[in-house]
């Protein structure tokens, strides 16, 4: 399960995003390049900010089983469904693109213990709100952008990466601390960070 879940590490989803944004400009399609990097950034901005409350506040909140949802099942619903969605404009196959992202990324997140269900379903949810995000600001492609030459590029860039891993998850916990001491919120969850 490990194996699977590297996918959607951010080891390896930073670089693959900054590849398909350049790949995008280099064959003239701005727009495209430009809805791609807002509506990455945005779902990962989401994730973070979501992460930082429930990290910093889930016990006071009362929300249950929910501590730090999915930053993994996030990144490879919105990256898988994003490349769907930017190559085919259809909806239904960039739904089935991210769904099939979600449910794969998810579910290994699951069988090693990292997540529970609703945190898995949450980082779900924002990750296919960042794809509708890029189906509607991106347009339509260009008639000739070229969708072999994306693909090998973004397989390449994933079997490079695989298996790197940033430590992402500590800073995002010891700021969430940081920020719940510095505000004076939720005292009570700082204790357990």
Do not use: Y
């Amino acid at each position: 399960m490990s194996f699977i879940t590297d996918f959607a590490d951010q080891a390896l989803i930073l670089p693959l995003v900054l590849v398909v944004a350049m790949l995008l400009l280099l064959q003239g399609w701005r727009r495209g390049a430009a809805a791609w990097l807002l509506a990455v950034f945005m779902t990962f901005a989401v994730m973070l900010g979501l992460k930082l409350v429930f990290l910093a506040c889930a016990a006071s909140l009362g929300t249950g089983s929910i501590r730090t949802p999915s930053g993994h099942v996030a990144a490879a619903t919105v990256v898988a469904g994003g490349l769907a969605a930017l190559v085919s404009r259809r909806h239904a196959i960039a739904l089935a693109f991210a769904a099939g992202a979600a449910t794969v990324i998810g579910t290994s997140r699951l069988a090693l213990g990292l997540h529970s269900l609703p945190e898995v379903v949450l980082g779900a949810v924002v990750g296919l709100g960042g794809g509708w995000a890029l189906l509607v600001l991106a347009g339509r492609p260009p008639p000739d952008l070229n969708v072999r030459r994306v693909a090998a590029i973004v397989a390449a860039v994933a079997v490079v990466f695989h298996g790197l891993h940033l430590p992402a998850e500590a800073h995002i916990r010891a700021t969430a601390w940081r920020f719940a001491q510095f505000l004076a919120v939720c005292q009570s969850d700082v204790a357990r960070l």
